[in-house]
């Protein structure tokens, strides 16, 4: 059976089928895509249709001064990292703004495709390529980036043992710097962090872990109120006993992110890029407020370089202060989600920054799990295989069918709207029932929180 596809208000889709969600932060935009696929290769791919339309399409959708046929991302880099919240850029989408997030969306994707997922391998959940070649090796050669830093992370959570007996690491993704070519094309040096999502036994083990705790990573000062997801806190802190050099996830990338702000290309504009689908996204928004807090995003002659999370199906990560400080630190983020994902809905999926009356009372005003950054939201499904829902070659074909400046709708594929209200439903019942079982195992981190046992 088709897939499908239809552009429809939010209120309208998870009336009665889905938990409570969020409203977005300050824009919303709601895309399609007919046939989104399950895989990062398949989502990659440009097709002729595409590439037909295009030209037609940036015309199209140019709908103010400020959005010129000839608008580059060079022209306006710093709109299209946040530095207006994408205020007038996300509804319309524009094309720019378009054509960026599906460019960071293939280069998360790039992360699953060279994972070594072979329990036999010797190299079994490392990278399976060298620095020099990976991004050849993922199908994005032409991307314009040198990566220059891998990066592992070691849950401090119960899994299965390695031959050693000790925790072990998985590589997560990977730090990139654009080259000198790609540089003048962004107008920046950008500086990348690349993270996947969950996919050991020891991470989904660790995501579970939904108690609010202090985020404690700026030792100067104290910020107690300021609370993220425990699991998340756990993977990105933890490291491997007597893994020399190494460190944890949090010790890599802040060593090689603040390399490059503090002088690795002095001079030069800059920005920070990081970007995650899943449990990755939720480890970028922990990065991006780590760096801001730690002033580790001021370059050497002490101008602060844009810090920008692009958030790909991810979850929630902390309560309405660290919100809050994320937004005085200037950390913005730009979270890509579909409205039938209901990885998107969690941590929090019953008590979170919408929930009002009793619970709210219940839960108290500072431990509610509270989205970060702007909402980009889509609406697509793939109706023979629902976990398409969540997959990030999905979210860059539902981006990419904004090219052609239309959408395909349930009419399109000839079953007309009862296919539509067939697939609604089901799907819709899948996801409430997804959500309400995190939330049952969710609700012994939210007793812990609040101090009740």
Known sequence: MASTATIRPRSALHKATSPARPKPCRARVVAAAAAATTTSAAAMATTAAERACAPAASVAR????????????????????????????LQPL????????????????????????DPSSPRHMC??????????EAGVAGAGYEVTRYIYATPDVAGPPSTSGRRSSSWVGYVAVSTDEMTRRLGRRDVLVSLR??????????????????????TRRAQPDVKVESGFLNL?????????????????LLREVSRFVKGAHPGEDMSVTLAGHSMGSALATLLGYDLAELGLNLDASGRRVPVTVFSYGGPRVGNAAFKNRCDELGVKALRVANVRDPVTMLPGALIN???????????????????VGVELALD????????????????????KAETCGKTPNAA???HGGVLAKVTEFVEGQRAAAFAWKEAALQMGGLVRTLGMI
Request: proline residues 3%.
């Open 236 to 252: 990105y802190t933890s490291s491997a006993p007597g893994a020399a050099g190494m460190g944890s996830c949090r010790d890599q």
């Open 353 to 371: 920054e919408d929930t009002k009356g009793f619970l709210a009372a219940w839960a108290g005003g500072g431990d509610r799990y509270t989205h």
């Open 94 to 117: 524009h094309p720019v703004v378009r054509d960026e997030v599906a460019r960071y969306g293939e280069l998360v994707g790039a992360c699953y495709k060279v994972l070594d997922a």
């Open 127 to 136: 990278c399976k390529y060298g620095k020099e070649t990976v991004l050849e």
């Open 412 to 414: 399109a594929d000839g």
């Open 197 to 218: 999502g969950t996919v050991t036994q020891a991470e989904w083990a660790a995501n579970l872990m939904s108690a609010l705790e202090p985020a404690h990573l700026d």
């Open 380 to 399: 697509f499904l793939r109706f023979r295989d629902p976990g398409s829902v969540h997959d990030i070659g999905a979210y860059v074909s539902a981006i």
């Open 62 to 89: 140019t709908t103010s001064t400020r959005r010129t046929p000839t608008a580059s991302v060079a022209s306006m880099w710093r709109q299209v990292q946040g530095s207006h919240d994408w205020n007038g850029l």
